[in-house]
């Protein structure tokens, strides 16, 4: 069974940074794409930010020069650095991999920014 275990959520005030870390086992971290999607209350899941096999990276608009996306080989781990905190960010933020037809996400962790 896949597993992808996330950390690193909490409160933050506005302006604030965190890392999200999200660690799977090795043989889906070497053929999968690794991702950070969030959702919430009352809305979509949506994509924040993905990183490829081969590192190429995508964010969405809103998190575009604040969030760092980073996977790391050895550790089988990918990371979320999230600078500048606004509290439209706040929101459950999902680990996911995918490659093809295949989906796999974490359990979630909880990204509250707020003063």
């Known amino acids: 069974q896949v597993q992808l275990v996330e950390s690193g959520g909490g409160l933050v005030q506005p302006g604030g940074s965190l890392r999200l870390s999200c660690v799977t086992s090795?043989?889906?971290?070497?053929?999968?794409?690794m991702g950070w999607y969030r959702q919430a209350p009352g809305n979509q899941r949506e994509l924040v930010a993905r990183i490829t096999i081969r590192g190429n990276t995508q964010f969405a608009d809103s998190v575009k020069g604040r969030f760092t996306i980073s996977r790391d080989n050895a550790k089988n781990t990918v990371y979320l650095q999230m600078n500048s905190l606004k509290p439209e960010d706040t929101a459950v933020y999902y680990c996911?991999?995918?490659?093809?037809?295949?989906?796999?996400w974490g359990q979630g962790t909880q990204v509250t920014v707020s003063s």
């Open positions: 996911n991999a995918a490659a093809g037809a295949d989906n796999y």
């Open positions: 090795r043989g889906i971290f070497s053929i999968y794409a």
